[in-house]
């Protein structure tokens, strides 16, 4: 399973001031292993992009090799390349 986290919380009502643009994050990628619960960073988007993104809506292509999201700053769309990433 993979999440965008923010690289630094904000104080706000989750989730309604981020839905509300309101409050919005710098994330960074994780995976977690639903099975084991062990946590990995696997990006730390602004430093690969140089670029604020608060992602959502996170998807993976069908080889599980590109995880998709969009920046709700601006709602680009962006992918992250998992097989190099590791």
């Known amino acids: 399973m993979y999440c965008a986290t923010p690289s630094q919380p904000v104080q706000a009502t989750y989730p309604d001031d981020w839905y509300t643009g309101t409050v919005s ?11 084991t619960g062990e946590v990995h960073l696997v990006s730390s988007i602004v430093d ?16 599980d090799a590109f995880l998709f999201f969009m920046n709700k700053n601006d709602l680009s769309l962006w992918s992250l390349d998992l097989v190099a990433a590791h």
């Open 48 to 63: 690969q992009s140089d670029r604020l993104i608060d992602g959502f809506n996170l998807g993976l292509d069908s080889k």
């Open 25 to 35: 994050s710098i994330d960074k990628i994780w995976q977690v292993n639903a099975t």
